[in-house]
């Protein structure tokens, strides 16, 4: 399965977020079940992730090295390129946010179009339509545990 992030798995990466252990486990079941992090080369969630590096690469932190190491391995992290980007249909972009459209035009690259968020709103705008599936964290994370496809 192709899955895509928004920012906040970097958010929990960071120095101070009581949530590192989450994004190991995640990154974790990722390699166990042979699954896909796609990402956007440039977009907000590659940038944040740099910044956060470069600004905490003295702390040398696990989970950003483990994250940085796992961006290499083309088996588990898919970079997509901005030709590669797909649009979505004009009714559909009106209705998603615009610092949230990124997301959306990545995942229609993929076969899943499997979005993995907190925005509530984002969700709530896009879960089911022109075959998007769009988890909460919360949602996503308990079926992932237990090995159901999300």
């Known amino acids: 399965m192709e899955l895509v992030f928004n920012e906040w798995l970097v958010e929990y990466m960071a120095p101070g977020s009581s949530h590192d252990r ?66 979505v249909p004009p009714s559909l972009a009106e209705v998603i946010p615009e610092d949230d459209l990124y997301l959306a035009t990545l995942a229609a690259t993929t076969g899943d179009r499997t979005i993995v968020t907190t925005d509530t709103a984002l969700r709530d705008r896009l879960e089911g339509k022109e075959g998007f599936r769009v988890y909460l964290l919360e949602d996503f ?10």
């Open 22 to 87: 989450l994004v190991w486990e995640i990154l974790d079941l990722i390699e166990a079940r042979g699954d896909t992090v796609v990402v956007r080369r440039e977009s907000p969630f590659m940038k944040k992730f740099y910044r956060f590096s470069k600004e905490h690469e003295r702390l040398s932190l696990p989970v950003f090295k483990r994250f940085h190491l796992l961006l290499r391995d083309s088996k588990r992290v898919r970079i997509v390129e901005e030709e590669e980007i797909s649009e």
């Open 141 to 150: 994370i308990r079926h992932y545990r237990v090995g159901k496809p999300a």
